[in-house]
């Protein structure tokens, strides 16, 4: 198992990369849809979209899921720890959210998204919490249950309070 260390690194590394995607895209979504008006900016938002998704996003992902698979392939003690089986269920709600953005960047592509950008500033909370609870569990190697539910209300609350907060005013809008 001596190359199980460098498989590990893989994974970690690709974890990495596949969570700077997904922290970064919802902030170019946020930032294409308050600048509708700005075509120039919107077509520079869309190009950025497109790569940080295809060339960075995806395969990060995939390179993510299929480490992990060979990690377990290689240690399958491991789906005997019911911390394994909550890690799985996150990296499943995970993938689903990247997915989203894939879908979320198409409509944006179409000018179809009706989303606003307090929409993707609080969207883009979703994968902080899955990161934080996926990594508490395999550090911990448990489920802590108060840990978790604790987490998750504080994450609602602030997508709650994003949500609700009024826009800015510029100097220029109050005149």
Known sequence: MEYYT???TFHVMA???WMAMLFYLPRIFVYHTEHKNKPDYVEVAKIQELKIYKVIGAPAMWATVFSGAYMIYTNMELMAQPWMHAKLLLVVLLIIYSISL????????CEKCQKSGKF?????????ILAI???TYVITKSIPVGFSIGITLFFVFIMIMIMRAKPKTTK???I
């Open 6 to 8: 460098w498989i590990l």
């Open 15 to 17: 974890f990495m990369s």
């Open 102 to 109: 894939d879908k979320i960047r198409l409509k944006l592509n």
């Open 120 to 128: 993707f500033r609080a969207y883009n909370e979703v994968p902080t």
């Open 133 to 135: 609870l996926i990594v």
């Open 172 to 174: 220029k809008e109050e």
